[in-house]
């Protein structure tokens, strides 16, 4: 059996649109570059980027929240910082990630997409090689494309991919595999990477990744079905390397 990367992707700003890579660089103990780099504050957090530290989700514009934010297609370009949002092929504002007073148009537009209005007005956040992850340990997640297939399988209805927002999809393992991977070391081409831990899932995977509709209740899929909540691992980089699609997954020989 032969498990491989079948793609790689990167969030730049917490809670939209997801950027497909053919490969990136990873670097020890960090996440990817660029993931969940900027979040957009939906009321005072607090959040010093001097000092960044994690926060609890609750305090930024997220899909958990505000699924409708699935609809908006943003697009960021990490060389020149250019950033745009779209609706439905729609222009609907223009800004630079690296330049925040661009962005003013942009955050209103994503604001005024929110059903439910914001506590404060929009602020972009952003601290130097800190990411906005869930976890207070910043890391990569990895999604079994095979889980995903034998989820759906269960319920009797498509599930995208899309809707775990990983970092790594595989595929050539068996459903589930991924959770006895936990606290053991596996590769990704050349790079190593500790397992942390399976990763539990909210209502943010409820939200059509087109749509923004919330037309799935998958955590109680997961507990109906295998007593559980969880879909996907935490991955921690034991160094630096590259990843590119199509590199073999190789496993702990005891797996």
Known sequence: MTITLA????????GFTGQKLEKAAITKGKPLAWDRAFAIENGD???DPAAPAHL??????????????????????????????????????????????????????????CKKPMRGSPRLLHASEFAFT?????????????????LEAKIGNDIDPMRFRGN??????APWQEHDWVDKTIEVGAVSFQVRKRTKRCAATNANPTTGERDRNIPKALM????????????????DGALTIGDRITLPQNT
């Open 7 to 14: 793609s790689i992707y990167r969030y730049p700003i917490k």
């Open 45 to 47: 957090s607090g959040f």
């Open 56 to 113: 609890p989700k609750i305090h930024f514009l997220m899909l958990m929240k505000q699924p409708e934010l699935a609809n908006l297609i943003t697009q960021f370009d990490d060389v020149t910082g250019a950033f745009s949002v779209q609706q439905h092929g729609t222009l609907l504002a223009e800004g630079n990630l690296f330049a925040p007073d661009s962005m003013q148009a942009a955050l209103q537009v994503m604001a005024g997409h």
């Open 134 to 150: 869930d976890s207070r340990t910043q890391d990569l997640s990895l999604i079994n494309l095979a889980s995903v297939s034998d």
């Open 168 to 173: 790594l999809y595989i595929e050539g393992a």
């Open 224 to 239: 109906d079905h295998y007593g559980h909540t969880d879909c996907g691992i935490h991955l921690m980089p034991l160094g």
